[in-house]
Nanobody, 124 residues
């Protein structure tokens, strides 16, 4: 049974940085496309970033492009989200997710494994 556990969330000032981690156990980590989604207060869950199995392809939501970087370490079964120059609008619960879809899909419904989420709060 696959388990995804996020960590690294917390309170950060606008303009600051934070790195989220997501450790996977169970299954073959390198066979999954991995992604980050977020859900802000009163909002639906939205795509943030995705990384292909070999880390050769990454895609980002327009709202985070140039500020966030997704990476993975298949040897450690871990995916990361480096958040820089954060703004209050980045406040949300951040979830990592896995997908067997080969393309670096941004569709929430293509992901069948989810972590419990980690809270990120950006103060102005």
């Amino acid at each position: 049974q696959v388990q995804l556990v996020e960590s690294g969330g917390g309170l950060v000032q606008a303009g600051g940085s934070l790195r989220l981690s997501c450790a996977a156990s169970g299954g073959t980590f390198s066979s999954y496309t991995m992604a980050w989604f977020r859900q802000g207060p009163g909002k639906g869950r939205e795509f943030v970033a995705v990384i292909s199995r070999s880390a050769g392809i990454t895609r980002y939501a327009d709202s985070v492009k140039g500020r966030f970087t997704v990476s993975r370490d298949n040897a450690k079964s871990t995916v990361y989200l480096q958040m820089s120059n954060v703004v209050p609008e980045d406040t949300a619960v951040y979830y990592c997710a896995r997908s067997k879809v080969l393309l670096s899909t941004t569709n929430l419904w293509d992901y069948d494994g989810w972590g419990q989420g980690t809270q990120v709060t950006v103060s102005s």
